[in-house]
């Protein structure tokens, strides 16, 4: 067997004795307006990939189900919570009015065109500190969707639209994870993107749980439903789950959704992951008085360890993913606080210059 | 007839920067003609579509001003380069490093001792009572001596085989970028072609410009911090500005991003204040600080001119350096050259009509069909007047105009301006050119090997800007000479 081998290291590159200067104090940190853009570049990109799931796996229930289009697509238009908005501008709940709205409709702030498009323009605003490959990537999806309409296409034809969304999204996600260093730049992103994913798979849990689960006493029967696998599907954990459980229960799938340890997926994780970025960025930082940023992260988290699937269920799952939304909300809402506010950033004190 | 190549190329009656006449290309272009004409049908277009494709993906787009649907454009990229040999090539750079030593040494100048007014090589009013004099910018000392860090010169190509200085950038030029970009995709779509032609290279242009900014940071401070300030996301040249900050890998600001404490600049980071040190300016001063300029700024950073006049921060390019700028004042630069410099300019003007000179004035309004009319203080093509193409009643206007307020306009001939083979529709059309070296005035004068060609894709049209029509080449500056073919030339150069 050839052994491992390894290659001379090359000379440092030099082009001005001025550039020998030490490493920067300043190479982790960043401005925040910039990272509050990076932010929200990854938090929209994981919106709209979210969005062409829940598409994707009901076009393939609906392909499956035959003619039947009965009442499978009225419950995404509840994900998003607004149904007024559809009601307004849309009459009929058929799959190509519910996938206009979704993925196409321009003047819907919350479809996936909307979605691509302000992630494109907060990386827009921030190019200069995102790879190359990373804008680019996002530039081709962003045209790929646009250059897309509904009207006129197969269910065949949108199901391979919203499978290639998925995966030049994470074409996208791999370029961010491949190429860029990891400083707070990518810290703030895989932030943004953790807390957008942890957010969609508990709103996915929440419409199906409702809509697939007329009585309580049904959690622990073995049901292994064409809708319930589908779910898992959407969040691409089917096979992950049957690793873990096997057949299918109500209990269970909440259970791998909400607090899997190691599922990318699951609210858990995510949440995991988005901690370990923050307290990435406070290690890269100075020290601050107070960071309400981590202490909330923090307490959700530990409420979904040390959460009681069975308890929860009694005690209604509608009312638990409600709260696990709101407190994620805060989570977000002292992000802002703590690290793009221009108000509370302005009140830490100046400090004196590093000794070069 | 179908394939793309130069058999029926017409050179018409202008000088053809790759082609001497409609059969004859010059020595420094034989290898790019021969390369193009030896391609399968079809292969240059579609080569060329790559390109456009590529724009598209790289989202190299500029804005356009009022323009309320889509406001992001590609800027029209033709793959035919503009081709420029060694000795050409040493020439414009003399003249270029010549033009930025006394341009710099004038502003010093004007706003210091005013030795050029006192001694009435150019009227004193006419540096004072510009628009873009800036009074509060008397007594300044940049760091280093240095006002002009960044300039894109415009040069034309004559009728008469001639270049001429057309136009001095001194504020915030702009396009180096596409200058890059047009190189990385020259060299992905015809690689074999730039490998044997032999072409300098531009890459480092960065690199060049990170040092000439470092080069200007407080003498006490180690390891600078040096940004880029943008007016932000809506402005024509963000994508520039993102670009070479990304390139120079340093932060890209806005105003609001800073701030002045303690006399100090500083930027907000998520960590709180962070010291500044060096700023690479692309607002114009009037935007830089609502508190020494235009107080009604949202762009600019107040206080930002008082930390600037402390040392405590170096700007590139410094504040007055528009003064250069001015119209009117370039028609005094070869006086310029050879008042501080004791030399004869080595790149000419173009013929220059100050109508604030009586005489002049007369002679402009009498041939308003024969020349160019321009406002004293406008880019981008706009508040012109091209006689010979406009209707009586616009050259009326602006006959009313120049008697108004005559110390705003110039007037000039009209050039005819040299052409390079452009791809129009499936065959080669000779389209006008311009072409804007970059100088960086750091430590010394460093010339980018190239520059931007700017062309005008409109047929028969003379204006190049992006704004209004125009596109780009790579411009190629050989990197070694090629035999003495055209040797023979050497009287248009001198």
Redesign the interface.
């Known amino acids: 067997m050839i052994p491992e081998t390894r290659l001379a290291q090359p000379e440092p590159f030099e082009f001005d004795s001025e550039s020998q200067a030490g490493f920067s104090p300043h190479s982790f940190t960043m401005l925040s307006r910039v990272a509050e853009s990076i932010y929200w570049m990854a938090r929209y990109v994981e919106r709209a990939e979210n969005i062409a799931r829940f598409i994707d796996v009901n076009i393939t229930f609906t392909l499956d189900a035959g003619d039947n289009d009965f009442g499978q697509w009225e419950p995404l238009i509840q994900i998003t919570g607004d149904e007024e908005y559809y009601a307004e501008y849309y009459k009929k709940h058929d799959h190509l009015s519910v996938i206009q709205f979704l993925a196409f409709d321009p003047k819907y702030v919350n479809s996936l065109i909307s979605s691509l498009n302000m992630a494109r323009e907060n990386a827009r605003t921030v190019r200069e500190a995102i790879p190359s490959e990373v804008w680019e990537q996002l530039n081709e999806l962003y045209h790929f969707v646009r250059g897309t309409e509904a009207s006129g296409t197969t269910l065949e034809g949108l199901a391979e639209f919203f499978q290639k969304v998925k995966q030049h999204s994470h074409l996208y996600s791999g370029l961010l994870d491949a190429t860029m260093s990891r400083g707070d730049g990518w810290h703030f992103a895989n932030m943004g993107r953790m807390i957008e994913r942890a957010d969609k798979t508990s709103r996915l849990l929440d419409v199906k749980y409702y809509t697939l689960l007329p009585k309580v006493s049904d959690v622990n029967t073995t049901i292994d439903d064409l809708q319930w696998s589908a779910l898992l599907r959407s969040v691409s954990g089917f096979e992950m789950y049957r690793k873990r459980f096997h057949a299918i229960t109500v209990q269970r799938v909440a259970e791998f959704l909400v607090r899997d340890p190691v599922f990318p997926r699951s609210c858990r994780f995510c949440l995991g992951q988005a901690l370990e970025s923050l307290r990435a960025i406070i290690e890269n930082g100075q020290a601050r008085e107070t960071n309400s940023a981590i202490e909330k992260l923090t307490a959700l988290k530990v409420h979904l360890d040390e959460l009681d699937m069975r308890n929860t269920i009694d005690c209604g799952m509608h009312e638990f993913i409600d709260d696990f939304q709101l407190r994620l909300n805060d989570v977000g809402a002292a992000i802002f606080e703590t690290y793009f506010d221009r108000a509370q950033l302005d009140l830490i004190p100046l400090v004196s210059e590093q000794s070069q | 007839m179908n394939s793309t190549d130069f058999s029926d190329y017409d050179v018409g009656t202008f000088f053809d920067e790759l082609f001497a006449s409609d059969t004859q290309p010059r020595a420094a272009a034989q290898a790019v003609v021969n390369f193009i004409n030896q391609l399968p049908p079809g292969e240059y277009k579609r080569r060329q579509e790559a390109v456009d494709q590529a724009l ?4 190299i787009t500029f804005t356009v001003y009022g323009d309320e649907q889509g406001t992001e454009k590609i800027f029209p990229f033709d793959c035919i380069p503009r081709i420029v040999d060694t000795f050409e090539w040493s020439h414009i750079e003399a003249g270029l490093r010549q033009r930025i030593t006394a341009l710099n040494a004038f502003i010093n100048d004007i706003y210091g001792p005013q030795e050029i007014l006192k001694e009435g090589i150019i009227p004193r009013e006419l540096v004072t009572g510009a628009k873009s004099y800036r009074k509060v910018c008397e007594g300044l000392k940049p760091p280093r001596g240095i006002w002009c860090h960044i300039t894109g010169t415009d040069l034309i190509r004559h009728s008469d085989g001639g270049i001429y200085v057309l136009e001095d950038n001194l504020r915030c030029p702009s396009g180096v970028s596409y200058v890059l970009q047009n190189r990385l995709l020259m060299r992905r779509t015809f690689p074999k072609m730039i490998s044997a032609v032999g072409v300098r290279p531009v890459d ?1 242009y960065p ?1 060049h410009l990170y ?1 000439t900014l ?2 200007l940071a407080p003498d006490d ?3 600078p ?1 040096v940004v ?1 300030l943008t007016p ?2 809506y402005n024509s040249a ?2 520039e500005h ?2 070479l ?2 390139q120079m890998g340093v ?4 105003g ?2 800073l ?1 002045v ?2 006399g100090f600049v ?10 500044v040190h060096v700023i690479y300016r692309r607002i114009d001063d009037d935007f830089l600080d609502p508190e020494a300029f235009r107080p009604d700024s949202m762009l600019g950073v107040p206080g930002l001119l008082d930390v600037y006049r402390r040392g405590n921060v170096a700007l590139a390019n410094a504040p007055g350096t528009g003064i250069a700028d001015d119209k009117v004042i370039y028609a005094f630069v070869p006086e310029m050259i050879r008042y501080y410099l004791g030399t004869e300019p080595i790149l000419p003007n173009v013929d220059t009509y100050v109508c604030e000179v009586e005489e002049q004035r007369k002679y402009v309004l009498a041939n308003l069909d024969k020349l160019v009319v321009k406002a004293a203080n406008e880019a981008g093509g706009y508040g012109m007047l091209i006689g010979p193409h406009a209707t009586q009643e616009e050259r009326n206007k602006f006959a009313e105009l120049i008697k108004a307020d005559p110390r705003n306009y110039i007037a000039q001939p009209t050039l005819s301006l040299s052409r390079v083979p452009t791809l129009t529709g499936d065959h080669f059309e000779g389209r006008h050119v311009d072409l804007r070296p970059y100088i960086l005035y750091g430590k010394d004068v460093w010339v980018l090997p190239g520059g931007l060609t700017r062309v005008a894709l409109r047929k028969g049209s003379l204006v190049v800007n992006s704004s209004q029509g125009g596109g780009s080449k790579d411009t190629w500056v050989l990197a070694r000479e090629f035999d003495s073919v055209t040797q023979t030339d050497e009287t248009l150069y001198t």
């Open positions: 598209l993906k790289l989202g480092d690199l040092s470092r080069h401070v180690a390891d911090t880029v932000g996301i963000y994508y993102s670009f900050a990304q932060e890209l600001v806005e609001r991003d701030v404490r303690d500083y930027m907000r980071t998520t960590d709180g204040f962070e010291k």
